[in-house]
């Protein structure tokens, strides 16, 4: 059965997080300068912090030296982060997701006694996933066989090496990420290889991306002639595992707490500002307008987040699946579409209650509502959701 109630050490880990968002995160995301869309510089104090409590290797075993944070644990620090910066929880969850596989079941051991220590002991150590192909091919070239996608990276086998070629686009932390998870297609081959790729490696490059567009730090990574030593080559199918690991519909529904946290933070907004602003003689709560679009506000966010660690408990729970106490479908899809529309209106909801103020560049409704925006093209985007869920629920699968 799927059980609300939280662990004790749950409830300690969010109260933790919570308490260090509050003291530490809020008080410099609020400041006017960061008010700004083109101002969405990495607030590095506050990472190395973040570091220092794990949640940088938050989903990473214990063995490793992670915090082997379940799929329920990682959605709900992911909320409590973006509750007082949603680039800052992107950072922090892209590299915990990535290191998870990464340095996991898809590396060898010689491969962790290489990198892994170098990792777990730099707090601001972060890694990028290049996938092979863009998430947006799929609903542009929808009507294509899927390997027709567009591969975005090539590798030339020279000696016991890889030369790599190409680009990939629209990677999260690759401005910042000190290794990049390289997926490309080799030479004569289908199937994409995956590389363990330090950033200081020669002849990479990093073009970042205009901030305002994305959340956290995001860039286009160009390969012209990168030389890669063969024994940096993950295991098996690795492309295959970290897309669907990072982006499919079992993915953990990372990106969606994080736009709860977006909703939530400009929810409480609200409410603090309706019980203390005065206007026709009371409160703006006592208002019957402004009380039904609050209440509607937390109606949006309390489906979002059961949508959410309903998701995040499936993937805990396989056999929920397979003793069909759930039907099998691709529940992260499904809430992507729900939590980033009913967020994006909860958050418009949240501002009209400031009136004026709340559409003003150096008020915090303004980020917000921006953010929210962000969420509804974040990934694949919803429209691109649809299809996997209709594919799922036809039974149908592009060739």
Not at 217 to 228: L, M, N, W
Request: proline letters at 4%; one cysteine or more.
């Amino acid at each position: 059965m799927f059980d609300l109630r939280l662990s004790e050490e749950q409830l300690e880990i969010r109260d933790t997080v919570r308490e260090f968002v509050t003291n530490e995160v809020r008080p410099v995301a609020i400041k006017p300068e960061r008010m700004e869309a083109l101002d969405r510089s990495p607030m590095w104090p506050q990472l190395e912090a973040a570091s220092q409590l794990g949640l940088r290797t938050l989903t990473l075993s214990e063995e490793l030296g992670g915090a082997g944070a379940d799929a329920l644990t990682a959605v709900i620090v992911a909320e409590e982060l973006a509750v007082g910066d949603p680039d800052l929880a992107t950072t922090l969850i892209e590299t915990s997701a990535v290191a998870r596989h990464a340095f996991g079941p898809l590396a060898s051991d010689a491969q962790r006694a290489k990198f892994l220590e170098a990792f777990t002991g730099d707090d601001r150590f972060h890694i990028a996933y290049a996938a092979s192909r863009a998430d947006t091919d799929i609903g542009v070239n929808y009507h294509l066989p899927f390997e027709s996608g567009r591969i975005t990276a090539t590798a030339t086998k020279a000696g016991d090496d890889w030369i790599l070629n190409g680009e990939s686009h629209c990677v999260t932390n690759a401005p910042i990420a000190k290794m990049i998870v390289v997926s490309a297609r080799p030479d004569g081959g289908v199937t994409p290889i995956t590389l363990l790729v330090p950033r200081e490696t020669p002849n990479l490059r990093v073009n970042e991306h205009a901030a305002g567009r994305f959340h956290g730090s995001c860039g286009e990574v160009v390969y012209k002639g990168v030389r890669v030593p063969g024994a940096n080559q993950l295991a098996g199918e690795a492309d295959s595992a970290l897309t669907g690991a990072m982006t499919g519909g079992r993915a953990l529904p990372l990106l969606q707490a994080i736009t709860l946290g977006i909703g939530r933070t400009a929810y409480e907004n609200a409410v603090e500002y309706a019980g203390m602003r005065v206007q026709g003689g009371k409160r703006l709560i006592e208002h019957q307008a402004i009380a039904a679009k609050l209440a509607d506000c937390a109606i949006r966010l309390e489906a979002a987040r059961n949508m959410i660690w309903k998701a995040a408990w499936a993937l805990d729970h396989p056999e929920a699946v397979s003793d069909r106490s759930i039907d099998d479908l691709p529940l992260t899809s499904m809430t992507h579409v729900f939590v980033t529309e009913h967020i994006h209106r909860a958050t418009k909801d949240a501002a009209e209650v400031f009136g004026a103020m709340g559409v003003m560049r150096d008020m915090p409704l303004h980020k917000h509502i921006q953010d929210a925006r962000m969420s509804l093209h974040s990934g694949a985007g919803v429209d691109d959701a649809r299809l996997v869920i209709a594919e799922a629920i036809a039974g149908y699968r592009r060739d």
